[in-house]
């Protein structure tokens, strides 16, 4: 703590073509009056709390989704162990859910050892970071431009715009807010570094010291990277901090010394983008070539990027989910990729005498390229998500530029300050609308299936969804009519399955099953489902040999509690069939997989306990 309050408070020693102010350039944090330098930080900051609180405020009461809220929290065993040394070991050594980020793990867990496994608690933490966030990135560019209002303007951008919400609202996207925590200290760091490099004196103490905060810069970088690995681009917006805020970057051999301090930190993304890719892949979450051409992927990258352009200004008909469009026409990528180069273009010409532009495009192309689809980490197009940090990039340039356009017109302050309002309170509205679509699984796959097409992983999860939640027979019209509009797939027949099975149509329940089998007959869950099923229909024969055909293959699929729940209707109805000896046995399995069945142990004990 001591250390960030010792980064915020130190005075930039750099003063480029950045340093004016709203507006006119007369530098309003330091002139005299209500607005001096102290009172502008302490308003500002306490805006920003307020903005994110009224906006945000609404999800304690919310509820978990079950994307990855699942796999990530409530049927995670680790997590829901709280902190201890088994699940901290397990934090820093498990590719679980295809990820390695045992800093957002350790942070799950702290909320459940603090407040328990209610999804609530978890939701606060997520606002309280982002508020924290928030105002990290108006110290941070304060620091860096020596701005007061433009640094504010960016911060209120980040804080309220509304593509900004599954970052906040989803409490599996844990990882992205916490990570852009470190990614914001570690900019703050390192500057303190370049700051100290340009002093000829020192006092000798550690906190003095260049290599220190280059060190701490690391170490800060290296525990983002921990929490989520998308800030394997940080190091290239640090030479574009070099080139713009810092005028470090001035000519091309500058560009190799400013690499060669970098190396440690490039040296972090390499073995960071390593983990990364096996933890994916580990997963099976790595789309291969076969599935997506590469000449997709590039087609669906140039669309992408112009799309998240255009989410900026228009941010209208979010979802959770956008699915990977294979074919987005000729056009539109000629017109996508016509566009970027113009912008570029543009950035580019511009370059020596508004050096945001060029630094603040590149921003935004560069740090999207770990999402962008080019190494295809699941079937979304695009994410919401995924702007988190991206849009610093395009704030830059839209603050800057206006600040430029204000100087150069002679704009009245009044007018700036009446616009500016008015844009934070659009933007404000429109996100604590779109927060509210994430009050629970059916509202926000409701909302996104309505804004979004052939979005068959959603209607799959609202199907899981209502199969948990809602009566089965509401349950089976809903998921009939989704399913029924989605093409065949092993997923489609294995839900029709299960909603036939929970009904007692059990002859319908197999033959979905066997249709989904025929599909992917590798996925022991299927089998699991067949012997469940079986069972019912007191055909044991059938379904000790589905079960023990699941329990062979041990691909992951199948988890120790639904594995638990086969061997106990298989041994329920031996045990009606009078072989007491299979039963014991089978209850004495299901009882080990998972000790929280309580039926189990209780079968098993009125049967004499295990042999």
Not at 380 to 403: C, E, H, K, N, S
Not at 415 to 424: D, K, P, R
Not at 567 to 586: H, L, M, S
Request: with cysteine; glycine share 6%; proline share 4%.
């Amino acid at each position: 703590m001591a250390i960030f309050l010792y980064l915020t408070t130190r005075t930039s020693p750099y003063n480029s073509t950045i340093t004016y102010d709203f507006p006119h350039n007369s530098r309003m944090s330091k002139t005299p009056g209500f607005f001096n330098d102290n009172r502008s930080l302490l308003l500002i900051v306490l805006l920003l709390t307020v903005a994110c609180l009224a906006v945000y405020g609404q999800v304690i009461g919310f509820d978990f989704i079950t994307i990855d809220d699942r796999q990530y929290v409530y049927e995670n065993p680790a997590v829901l162990s709280g902190l201890n040394a088994r699940s901290i070991y397990w934090a820093f050594t498990a590719f679980y859910s295809s990820n390695w980020h045992p800093v957002t793990w350790l942070s799950h867990m702290l909320d459940v050892t603090l407040f328990g496994p209610d999804a609530g608690p978890m939701h606060a933490v997520n606002v309280v970071i982002h508020t924290i966030n928030s105002i990290l990135v108006y110290l941070v560019f304060r620091r860096f431009t020596d701005t007061t209002w433009q640094s504010a303007a960016v911060a209120f951008l980040f804080a309220l715009h509304p593509a900004h919400v599954e970052s906040v609202a989803w409490i599996a996207e844990r990882k992205d807010v916490l990570s852009t925590t470190f990614w914001l200290l570690t900019m703050l760091a390192y500057l303190r570094y370049t700051e100290l490099l340009s002093k000829t004196e020192s006092d000798g103490s550690l906190l003095s010291r260049s290599a220190f905060w280059l060190a701490v810069t690391c170490v800060l970088f290296a525990v983002g990277l921990m929490a989520k690995s998308m800030l394997v681009t940080l190091p290239f917006v640090l030479l574009l901090c070099d080139y713009w805020a810092l005028e470090r970057l001035n000519k091309i051999k500058d560009l190799w010394p400013l690499v060669k301090e970098k190396l440690p930190i490039f040296a972090l993304t390499v073995a960071s983008s390593i983990a990364a890719y096996f933890a994916q892949a580990s997963g099976g979450a790595v789309v291969s070539l076969k599935t997506i051409s590469f000449a997709d992927r590039l087609s669906n990258a140039g669309v992408a990027y112009v799309k998240y352009i255009a989410m900026l200004f228009y941010p209208a008909k979010l979802g959770l989910q956008y699915p990977f469009d294979e074919g987005p026409g000729e056009l539109a990528v000629i017109g996508s990729v016509a566009l970027l180069i113009l912008i570029t273009a543009f950035c580019w010409h511009f370059r020596e005498q508004h050096r945001y532009l060029l630094m603040g495009w590149l921003w935004f192309l560069g740090t999207l390229v770990p999402v962008i689809g080019l190494v295809q980490i699941g079937l979304q197009g695009m994410a919401d998500r995924y702007t988190y940090v991206p849009y610093f990039g395009l704030f830059i340039m839209l603050v800057w530029g206006v600040a430029d356009l204000v100087k150069r017109f002679k704009i009245p302050q009044l007018a700036v300050a009446a616009a500016a309002i008015a844009l934070m309170a659009t933007l404000g509205t429109l996100t604590y609308v779109q927060a509210g679509k994430w009050k629970n699984s059916e509202t926000l796959y409701e909302h996104t299936l309505a804004v979004t097409s052939n979005n068959y992983f959603l209607m799959n999860n609202l199907c899981y969804y209502y199969v948990s939640k809602r009566d089965i027979n509401v349950a089976e019209r809903r998921c009939t009519e989704l399913l029924e509009a989605m093409p065949p797939s092993a997923e489609v027949f294995k839900i029709l399955g299960e909603l036939r099975n929970e009904t007692g149509k059990f002859d319908d329940a197999l033959n979905y099953y066997d249709a989904a089998l025929r599909i992917n007959p590798n996925w022991a869950i299927l089998y699991i489902d067949r012997s469940i099923t079986l069972s019912k229909q007191g055909r044991m024969d059938e379904a000790e040999k589905a079960l023990l055909k699941a329990k062979s293959m041990n691909d992951g699929s199948v988890g120790r509690p639904f594995a638990a729940r086969a061997c106990f209707e298989f041994a329920a109805a031996v045990e009606k069939k009078g072989q007491t000896d299979k039963a014991r046995d089978y209850y004495n399995q299901a009882a080990q997989l998972d000790p929280n069945l309580q039926e189990a142990a209780t079968n098993l004990q009125r049967l004499g306990g295990p042999k």
